[in-house]
T-cell receptor, first 111, second 110 residues
Framework: DVKVTQSSRYLVKRTGEKVFLECVQD?????MFWYRQDPGLGLRLIYF???????EKGDIPEGYSVSREKKERFSLILESASTNQTSMYLCASNRNNSPLHFGNGTRLTVT | GIQVEQSPPDLILQEGANSTLRCNFSDSVNNLQWFHQNPWGQLINLFY???GTKQNGRLSATTVATERYSLLYISSSQTTDSGVYFCAVSASGGYQKVTFGIGTKLQVIP
């Protein structure tokens, strides 16, 4: 079975802190994704990566950056956390033209 | 970018009833997926269905790519079917960016 692991289930950070959210997949997938989920807005794509060191902006990249130094790991970085970044963050991965697999999510609260 | 619309936004069913959820998309796609998010937040892939019809138990899905829509059928609904159903697509050509609709929230009552 595909396993997508997010490093934390819950995080509480202060405004202005630099925050790292980590995601690891164990199936050698080319593509990895970061979404945020907010009530009534569905899942919105922040960034995705189609190969090591390659990244593409999604629909809401402002305030975020990403890093993919190894194929199995995709990190989401909040350079200076703000209260409007309080959300559920979901990582996913897949091969091209194959089903998407999700991690369990990280609920981030910025105070 | 591609737009994904799901309907209805909310649905309440009596246990045992059948339902149809719809997903419309604004451009040609090279893949389409249906997901169920359970009350604990976990997203489970139900179908990978860029075209045609698939069935899995009480659930089935049909995608008519040429007309830019997909349908998810739930038959003999159970309380465990409750949750949010999402449709997600990747537009044809270019990188495989996966875009989600805002979902259909289903509540099945005993």
């Amino acid at each position: 079975d595909v396993k997508v692991t997010q490093s934390s289930r819950y995080l509480v950070k202060r405004t202005g802190e630099k925050v790292f959210l980590e995601c690891v997949q164990d199936m050698d997938h080319e593509n990895m994704f970061w979404y945020r989920q907010d009530p009534g807005l569905g899942l919105r794509l922040i960034y995705f990566s189609y190969d090591v060191k390659m990244k593409e902006k999604g629909d809401i990249p402002e305030g975020y950056s990403v890093s993919r130094e190894k194929k199995e790991r995709f990190s989401l970085i909040l350079e200076s956390a703000s209260t409007n970044q309080t959300s559920m963050y979901l990582c996913a991965s897949n091969r091209n033209n194959s089903p998407l697999h999700f991690g369990n999510g990280t609920r981030l609260t910025v105070t | 970018g591609i737009q994904v619309e799901q309907s209805p936004p909310d649905l309440i069913l009596q246990e045992g009833a059948n339902s149809t959820l719809r997903c419309n998309f604004s451009d040609s796609v090279n893949n389409l997926q249906w997901f169920h998010q359970n009350p604990w937040g976990q997203l489970i892939n139900l179908f990978y269905i860029p075209s045609g019809t698939k069935q899995n138990g009480r659930l089935s899905a049909t995608t008519v790519a040429t007309e830019r829509y997909s349908l998810l059928y739930i038959s003999s609904s159970q309380t465990t079917d409750s949750g949010v159903y999402f449709c997600a697509v990747s537009a044809s050509g270019g990188y495989q960016k996966v875009t989600f609709g805002i979902g259909t929230k289903l509540q099945v009552i005993p």
